[in-house]
């Protein structure tokens, strides 16, 4: 019979990997949240842009090796005149976005191996497996982040006092949360709000910008959002 036990001198220390530094970690769960409206989908796209290029995210000082597939859920937003003509607007390479629209599991996405895997927004997919408790729906997307390695970003809408309980369930797997918030009309703020990574406190603030041109949500003019 095998020895289930082991001692942490057996456990190889390693760095913590970023698809985007100090903000969203590979092999973990990152969660984007703000105000309904507010273009929590328009961002998630617009990385998902980005890492389908291989283009470094905003002021990064580094990112990935190359382009890379991404896995998008996207439960709300049609893909055909929402999604691919926003996705279109922030320049993606569309072969490399591959759209799902039932639970992930690794054998999914294994022959891919994705960068980045969207789930957007939260409270559709979690009604994909409504058999499951918030606290089993969010352990079964941790373990999702780390047998593939990729970074799973779970968009949700700021919740109510009502969905308290769900939303310490999803705090407590989470280990960023991104929090967008407005600034005048079209401004957009990014700021960590948790992150037991590294503190918070040490990652910026970034402002952007909304465009809509020919009808398409875009972003543009990202800048330093001290």
Same mark, same amino acid.
């Given at each position: 019979m095998s020895n289930v036990l082991t001692s942490m001198a057996q456990v190889t220390s390693e760095p913590v990997r970023w698809l985007w530094e100090g903000r969203i970690p =590979?092999?973990?769960?990152? !969660? &984007?949240?703000g105000e309904p409206g507010i273009g929590k989908s328009t961002l998630a796209l617009d990385l998902a842009a980005k890492v389908s290029r291989g283009a470094s995210m905003p002021f990064a000082k580094g990112g990935l090796s190359g382009p890379s597939d991404v896995v998008l859920f996207s439960g709300d937003d049609d893909l055909g005149d929402t999604v691919r003509p %926003? =996705?279109? *607007? +922030?320049? #993606?390479? &569309? +072969? @490399?976005? @591959?759209?799902?629209? @039932?639970?992930?599991?690794?054998?999914?996405?294994? +022959?891919? %191996?994705?960068a980045l895997i969207i !789930?957007?927004?939260?409270?559709?997919?979690?009604? &994909? /497996?409504?058999?499951?408790?918030?606290r089993? &729906?969010?352990?079964?997307? /941790? %373990?999702?982040a780390r047998e593939t390695? +990729? #970074?799973? =970003?779970?968009?949700?809408?700021l919740p109510s006092r009502e969905d308290s309980?769900? *939303?310490?369930?999803?705090?407590?797997? #989470? %280990?960023?949360v991104l929090t967008i918030t407005t600034?005048? !009309?079209?401004? @957009?703020?990014? /700021?960590?709000?948790?992150?037991?990574l590294r503190s918070a406190s040490d990652i910026l603030p970034l402002v952007y910008h909304h465009d809509d041109k020919d009808d398409v949500l875009r972003i543009i003019g990202w800048s330093d959002g001290r």
């Amino acid at each position: 019979m095998s020895n289930v036990l082991t001692s942490m001198a057996q456990v190889t220390s390693e760095p913590v990997r970023w698809l985007w530094e100090g903000r969203i970690p =590979l092999g973990k769960v990152t !969660l &984007l949240e703000g105000e309904p409206g507010i273009g929590k989908s328009t961002l998630a796209l617009d990385l998902a842009a980005k890492v389908s290029r291989g283009a470094s995210m905003p002021f990064a000082k580094g990112g990935l090796s190359g382009p890379s597939d991404v896995v998008l859920f996207s439960g709300d937003d049609d893909l055909g005149d929402t999604v691919r003509p %926003r =996705l279109e *607007a +922030a320049s #993606a390479d &569309l +072969a @490399r976005i @591959r759209p799902i629209d @039932r639970e992930i599991k690794k054998s999914d996405v294994e +022959a891919i %191996r994705p960068a980045l895997i969207i !789930l957007d927004p939260l409270s559709s997919y979690f009604c &994909l /497996a409504c058999e499951k408790t918030p606290r089993e &729906l969010m352990q079964s997307i /941790a %373990r999702l982040a780390r047998e593939t390695d +990729a #970074a799973v =970003l779970v968009i949700q809408s700021l919740p109510s006092r009502e969905d308290s309980e769900w *939303a310490r369930e999803i705090y407590s797997v #989470a %280990r960023s949360v991104l929090t967008i918030t407005t600034i005048g !009309l079209s401004g @957009r703020r990014l /700021a960590v709000s948790k992150s037991n990574l590294r503190s918070a406190s040490d990652i910026l603030p970034l402002v952007y910008h909304h465009d809509d041109k020919d009808d398409v949500l875009r972003i543009i003019g990202w800048s330093d959002g001290r």
